[in-house]
């Protein structure tokens, strides 16, 4: 594979339910979903993350419970979601199984990326499954997501994922192949391969939904390049009515890219350093200062005093004790805890407080230099 996508090394997939599900049937797109599982392969193969962010669950579920057409009371969709979500993951279990590949069910709401401390957890839940060679399959968890804490549609969940871990590509596959100046079938009607910004021109150019299963459409995906794009991420709406729909893109085939102004690491670093107000101080030694530099971590055992009040999440200041600013980070530890732990190594934080799952005062991808003197 070649191109923008192959480039990339963190890739967010999000499949629609009308992509994956027969709308005759009601059942899985067997050789559809093997086509994008291969491409799935490939990518990895080619060393990058993919997460997968599907749709289908209540679409699976609605017929097995014999629910009638067309639109959903509440407890109908729910009722849908908690029998699809079965299906919905053994299949994704079964088709990536077919290559080697283990899938992790991953079902959230909209506090997940909205909470600074479960949108850490979820991160951090994210980051371990990527390292192990895990395929994360995500969706919203419709069973008891009420329309107050509803994304509403996969396309700004999938958004919000990619802006979550750090996402190159966001890929939206559609029922078209991308965004025109107006709707494909009116006369005048022309393609749009590439935008470097959303404008009200852009924004006027959606649509209504035009998907008979899901709850997106083009005005979704208009918001959802909005969220990718603050997050340095590109984002790609293509079709995915044939096979390999993914091989298709990376070998060019008609779509419109939205391209981020800058990476997204570069917007996170940005975003940490001049928007989020530090509620706390870490002081560091001299050790801990070089390795800094280095583009390491911040661990325990180079901070030597905390001060202020501040929870897991919170942005913090690094200070070199009797210097400047060196750094701000979010900071992996509350107050308390920070202050329990400072100067111990990894071993002797795990012991004291049990916790196991994080090495770090603050990760070097939630970390950005101030200083760089």
Not at 200 to 226: F, H
Request: glycine fraction near 8%; charged fraction near 25%.
């Amino acid at each position: 594979m070649t191109s923008r996508l192959s480039k990339a090394k963190r890739i967010i997939v999000k499949v629609g339910s009308a992509l994956l599900v027969d709308q005759k049937t009601g059942t899985i797109k067997a050789s559809w979903l093997s086509s994008l599982v291969d491409d799935v392969a490939d990518l990895k193969i080619a060393g990058a993350d993919v997460i997968l962010v599907s749709s289908g669950a209540i679409a699976l579920g609605r017929r097995t419970l014999g629910l009638p057409k067309g639109k959903l009371k509440l407890d109908q969709s729910q009722a849908a979601a908690a029998v699809g979500q079965i299906a919905l993951a053994q299949a994704w279990s079964e088709a990536l199984r077919t290559k080697n590949i283990v899938a992790a069910q991953i079902l959230v709401t909209l506090t997940d990326t909205e909470e600074r401390r479960r949108y850490l957890n979820a991160r951090a839940t994210l980051s371990t499954l990527l390292a192990q060679g895990a395929v994360p399959v995500i969706n919203e968890n419709d069973t008891v997501a009420t329309s107050e804490i509803r994304y509403g549609d996969n396309d700004r969940l999938a958004a919000r994922v990619a802006s979550m871990m750090s996402g190159d590509v966001l890929v939206l596959l559609s029922d078209i192949d991308g965004l025109y100046s107006a709707p494909p079938n009116q006369k005048g009607a022309t393609f749009i391969p590439e935008l470097r910004e959303i404008t009200p021109e852009v924004e006027a150019m959606a649509g209504k939904p035009i998907s008979g299963v899901g709850s997106g459409g083009m005005i979704t995906k208009i918001e959802a390049a909005k969220i990718a794009l603050s997050a340095g991420c590109n984002m790609v709406i293509a079709s995915g009515h044939e096979l390999h729909p993914l091989k298709r893109i990376a070998e060019n085939a008609r779509c419109t890219w939205f391209l981020a102004q800058s990476s997204a690491m570069q917007s996170r670093k940005r975003w940490i350093a001049g928007t989020l107000q530090p509620t706390g101080k870490l002081f560091v030694d001299e050790g801990a200062k070089t390795a800094l530099l280095k583009g390491k971590s911040l661990l325990p055992a180079g901070v030597k005093r905390v001060e202020g009040t501040f929870a897991r999440g919170d942005t913090v200041s690094i200070v070199l004790i009797d210097g400047p600013e060196l750094a701000r980070g979010l900071v992996g530890y509350d107050a308390a805890e920070a202050k329990q732990i400072i100067g111990l190594k990894s071993a002797d934080v795990q012991k004291l407080l049990g916790a196991g799952d994080r090495d770090e005062m603050i990760h070097r991808d939630d970390l950005v230099m101030m200083d760089r003197k």
